[in-house]
């Protein structure tokens, strides 16, 4: 009700994004009532774009919220996996990452340079996505013909060596 009769205006998105980043150093108690209090508020005070709005800031923001909290990506991808399934996140929320990651494996299928792939995928600043692009390129290699499955080993291997992709990563995408 008090966030209703504050004059937010276009600073909206706010609201979620302190009240996720609050939660993130919170216990697993405080980070289900922060869920609850989005879903709360969906419709009331937020749309479910403003609730994209912040996760996708939050997303961009991550390598500093690892400073202060070194499991922020684990638990900012719950928080968003939580948030679709509660419907407060348009459910294409994620789609858009997965479009990205699919560019990304497209044109290196097409230049064939690996340096670029990683360029691309650091720029994405999205590290807890990067198991999608495991998946994608596993997904890749089964609907190919030709030599795309050698070319996803060689930009995957390359991934992983440099430290860009964990293998944990590796082990969830597919």
């Not at 939660?23 to 005070?45: I, N, Q």
């Not at 499991?71 to 399934?85: C, D, K, P």
């Not at 479009?99 to 340079?113: A, T, V």
């Not at 998946?135 to 291997?157: D, F, I």
Request: glycine share 6%; proline share 3%.
């Amino acid at each position: 009700a008090l966030l209703q009769e504050l004059n937010l205006g276009k600073r909206k998105h706010e609201v979620p994004s302190l009240a996720v980043s609050l939660a993130l150093e919170g216990k697993a108690s405080h980070r289900e009532l922060t869920s609850r209090l989005l879903s709360d508020l969906l419709g009331k005070v937020l749309t479910a774009d403003d609730v994209a709005k912040a996760f996708d800031r939050m997303l961009k923001d991550l390598p500093d919220l690892i400073l202060d909290t070194p499991e922020a990506a684990q638990v900012l991808g719950q928080f968003i996996a939580r948030a679709v399934a509660d419907d407060v996140l348009p459910s294409n929320f994620l789609e858009g990452y997965k479009g990205k990651m699919n560019f990304i494996l497209k044109e290196f299928l097409l230049s064939g340079e690996l340096a670029e792939a990683e360029h691309c995928l650091r720029d994405l600043e999205v590290p807890h996505f990067h198991h999608e692009l495991v998946y994608e390129a596993v997904v890749m290699v089964l609907e190919s013909t030709g030599n795309t499955a050698a070319k996803m080993v060689e930009l995957l291997k390359m991934l992983w060596e440099s430290g860009l992709i964990t293998l944990d990563q590796m082990n969830r995408g597919p």
